[in-house]
């Protein structure tokens, strides 16, 4: 069994650019997820959204956390297989349908480990 740590507190996460498909209906953002921390944070990475406001889905999720504190919370595997190196960042791409626009208060985290 594989341990999953919150690793969200060595990490900085700032938000890009969102786009709108108007095809689709749907919002991509993308995240950055920079390593802040002295030293690597373990690979696989989970990308998670919590505190998703009602109404709003995750449309690229790799799937949903299923236990602990976000539990239920949609979640995407951050690519690669490498540990993220202090001081290196990875980006993320969420695809997202809300009818409140494309401002959303959903709250991301990271965690270390495999679900």
């Known amino acids: 069994m594989t ?3 919150d690793v969200t507190a060595q990490t900085t996460i700032t ?3 969102v786009t709108f498909n108007r095809g689709t ?3 991509t953002g993308t995240y950055s997820v ?6 690597a944070i373990s690979a696989p990475l ?3 959204l919590t505190s998703v406001p009602g109404g709003a889905v995750v449309i ?7 236990g602990g504190p976000y539990a239920g919370a949609p979640y995407i595997t951050i690519p690669g297989a490498s540990p993220l190196a202090p001081g290196v960042s990875v980006n993320v791409q969420v695809t997202y349908k ?3 626009g494309p401002t959303w208060n959903a709250v991301p985290k990271v965690l270390s480990g495999a679900f």
């Open 98 to 100: 809300n009818p409140a």
């Open 15 to 17: 938000p890009g650019t």
């Open 34 to 39: 920079k390593n802040t921390s002295g030293s």
């Open 25 to 27: 209906g749907a919002y």
């Open 46 to 48: 989970q990308f998670v």
């Open 3 to 5: 341990v999953i740590v």
């Open 60 to 66: 690229s999720p790799t799937g949903t956390v299923p």
